[in-house]
């Protein structure tokens, strides 16, 4: 079974860093891409960065280039979101997302599994 936990979540003022984790099991293979996508209230999923399985490719949002980050640890197992100079429409669920369609990027919500979704929420 594929579980996808995301930790790291939490209050911020904008102008802050979080850092974001998340630690697949499950996967009985390494080529698949991890992403994250975020939703606000009343808001459809949103796309915010991806990482092919060698961690070589990234692909990002506009909306968060240069102060968001995806990485990989070097067992392709876990994924983070460094979140820099954070604002207030940063606010939202973040998701964790694999998608093994071997298609990059995909910046559509129709990735394979999901994780539960970490809170972040930042202050003007």
């Known amino acids: 079974q594929v579980q996808l936990v995301e930790s790291g979540g939490g209050l911020a003022q904008a102008g802050d860093s979080l850092k974001l984790s998340c630690a697949a099991s499950?996967?009985?293979?390494?080529?698949?891409?991890m992403a994250w996508f975020r939703q606000a209230p009343g808001k459809e999923r949103e796309f915010v960065t991806a990482?092919?399985?060698?961690?070589?490719?990234?692909y990002t949002s506009d909306s968060v280039k240069g102060r968001f980050t995806i990485s990989r640890d070097n067992t392709g197992n876990t994924v983070y979101l460094q979140m820099n100079s954070l604002k207030p429409e940063d606010t939202a669920v973040y998701y964790c997302?694999?998608?093994?369609?071997?298609?990059?990027?995909?910046?559509?919500?129709?990735?394979?599994?999901w994780g539960q979704g970490t809170q972040v929420t930042v202050s003007s």
């Open positions: 499950g996967l009985t293979d390494r080529t698949y891409t």
């Open positions: 990482i092919t399985w060698d961690g070589e490719h990234t």
């Open positions: 997302a694999v998608d093994r369609s071997r298609v990059f990027p995909r910046v559509y919500p129709e990735y394979n599994y």
